[in-house]
Nanobody, 123 residues
Framework: QVQLVESGGGLVQAGGSLRLSCAAS??????MGWFRQAPGKAREFVAS????????NIVDSVKGRFTISRDNAKNTGYLQMNSLKPEDTAVYYC??????????????????WGQGTQVTVSS
């Protein structure tokens, strides 16, 4: 089972940037995803990346502003968030799911989760 620890959240003004990191341990081959949950709302998918890093998937609401990446040598995934908006305010969660042969950027089916990191964007 993969263990995940997020970092990099904080308070930023609208238009600013943050980079979230997700340090993984205990896994071998896994896709990674980022999800977020705003107050009073359900958790939603934001972005995902395949094991190799060659394939990714990102939700339309953040496309062009957010970028997902990973460095398998460091066992770390990243979510670069630019041009942040107040509606991006949420707790952001990193997730992982083991994959056998697939190199797909899954948007669901994750079974390992980090503790979450708060991102607050002020207007």
């Amino acid at each position: 089972q993969v263990q995940l620890v997020e970092s990099g959240g904080g308070l930023v003004q609208a238009g600013g940037s943050l980079r979230l990191s997700c340090a993984a341990s205990g896994g071998t081959r896994y896709a990674m995803g980022w999800f977020r949950q705003a107050p009073g709302k359900a958790r939603e998918f934001v972005a995902s990346i395949s094991w190799s890093g060659f394939n990714s998937n990102i939700v339309d609401s953040v496309k062009g502003r957010f970028t997902i990446s990973r460095d398998n040598a460091k066992n770390t995934g990243y979510l670069q968030m630019n041009s942040l908006k107040p509606e991006d305010t949420a707790v952001y969660y990193c997730a992982a799911r083991s994959v056998a042969w697939s190199d797909a950027p899954y948007s669901d089916g994750y079974n390992a989760w980090g503790q979450g990191t708060q991102v607050t964007v002020s207007s």
